[in-house]
């Protein structure tokens, strides 16, 4: 099967001011990712806060100034599209972001809010938009008479379902899901996720989901891609990542999604990681996660590892993948 979306070495770079010498600083948000996404299938992107998943996202969607890198969606290279050109194109691909209440505007009734995007972009009759709201709404488990409402009327969970609903009503081929269900109930969570699963199964969508939450990620997405400051420690299909994590980080991450219970037994603790990343002002020049690695040796710090394969199509940003071994059985089932 083709791929949908490709990412080719995506950086996105931020001007934070100058040194003392008056040379620029330059923030390394995103410093160089690239994957590959099939149709109807999920890459789900993790990582600490501040690893840059939704910087990453941001770039996908051309809402943040590309530093360099390719972005494509089938035929059309959208890193280049710039204008009327982008905007027409922005139909086949659309976000749901993290909190539904800040990304609806307060004022616009739900029926206005779905149908923006219809009036800027959509070359479907204007007499015939009022029907494409109303099936938006049903596809997301929403009454019809719910656009009339303000979105203060809604639930948190319903309110999300009005902007996945929004999302959907350019028929679009790609879904960008940043944190969509981090700020629900874990009840709501896992009814917001339900509904991801059969959209994508009705109308083959394909996603692309940051979130931090491992079990969210294992459950939704074929694929993931394990972030750390700005670039992928680790690459591969969810079975691959969830049965076999073979870099630190992704043990650390797992570590530290176990129950309080047994996270404290034995060594377990040793993959749990302390301290803070580095800059992404003044990455270092070796290993990013170096200085957190309790595996880190001198070549570690003076060399930056490759993402390279150990196995068909699982990738490790890691020089000793092969001779480590995940320092608990229990992360291998997490």
């Known amino acids: ?84 050109k982008l905007r027409q194109t922005r139909m086949r691909f659309q976000m749901v972001f993290q909190d539904p209440f800040s990304s609806l505007n307060p004022r616009k009734r739900a029926g206005d809010a779905i149908r923006e995007p219809l009036d800027l ?16 709404l049903v596809a997301v488990g929403l009454h019809p008479s ?28 790609l879904l960008v899901c940043d944190e969509p269900v981090s700020a629900l109930d874990v009840a709501i969570q896992a009814q917001v996720i339900n509904l991801l699963l059969r959209l994508q199964d009705e109308k083959k969508l394909s996603y692309v989901f940051i979130s931090h939450d491992l079990a969210v990620v294992q459950h939704l997405c074929t694929d993931v891609g394990v972030m750390y400051l700005g670039q992928f420690a680790e690459k591969g299909s969810a079975r691959q990542i969830f049965s076999n994590p073979r870099h630190p980080y992704t043990w650390s991450l797992m570590a530290a999604a176990l129950k309080p219970d047994a996270s404290q037994r034995g060594r377990e603790r040793t993959a749990l990681i302390k301290g803070e990343p580095p800059s992404p002002i003044n ?47 229990e992360l291998r089932a997490a």
Not at 7 to 25: I, M, T, W
Not at 146 to 154: D, G, S, V
Request: aromatic share 6%.
């Open 121 to 136: 972009m959509s070359y479907i009759d204007p007499r015939l938009r009022h029907e494409v709201v109303e099936e938006s």
């Open 1 to 84: 099967m083709s791929s949908l979306l490709q990412v080719e070495d995506l950086k996105v770079h931020f001007p934070a001011g100058r040194n003392k010498d008056g040379s620029p600083r330059v923030v390394h948000a995103v410093d160089g990712i690239s994957f590959e996404l099939e149709q109807g299938k999920t890459f789900g992107i993790v990582g600490e806060s501040g690893s840059g998943k939704s910087t990453a996202a941001l770039g996908i969607m051309r809402l943040a100034p590309i530093t360099s890198g390719k972005v494509s969606l089938g035929r059309d290279v959208i890193s280049e599209l710039e204008g009327e």
């Open 146 to 173: 719910a656009a009339r409402l303000f979105p203060h009327q809604f639930s948190g969970g319903q309110r999300q379902r009005l902007c996945i609903a929004r999302a959907l009503a350019t028929q679009p081929e």
């Open 283 to 329: 990455p270092p020049k070796g290993c990013r996660f170096a200085a957190r690695c309790p595996f880190a040796q001198e070549r570690c710090r003076q060399e930056a590892p490759a993402l390279r394969e150990v196995e068909s199509g699982h990738s490790v940003a890691c020089h000793f993948a092969e001779s480590l071994e995940a320092p608990l059985p």
